[in-house]
């Protein structure tokens, strides 16, 4: 069912993130809301992802410039 598919995109989306892979876990959460909108857990979740991603780009790029 969507539902079912939604909420093992979801979990992906927590098992990338928690493995610092922000960018894959921004498109499983996406994908999940593509499959049930109006499940709110999945913006907040996508929220977080896109957030941890950019801190992450800011750290990379901080290192690269030898800050």
Do not use: C, M
């Not at 894959?24 to 999945?42: C, G, K, M, N, W």
């Not at 950019?54 to 800050?67: F, I, P, S, V, W």
């Amino acid at each position: 069912s969507t539902f079912l598919i939604s909420t093992l995109r979801e979990s992906k989306g927590n098992a990338l993130q928690s493995e610092h892979r922000f960018k894959e876990a921004v498109a499983a959460y996406r994908h999940a809301i593509a499959l049930q909108p109006t499940d709110s857990s999945f913006r907040v979740n996508l929220g977080s992802a896109l957030s941890n991603w950019g801190l992450q780009l800011l750290h990379e790029a901080g290192d690269r410039d030898g800050a």
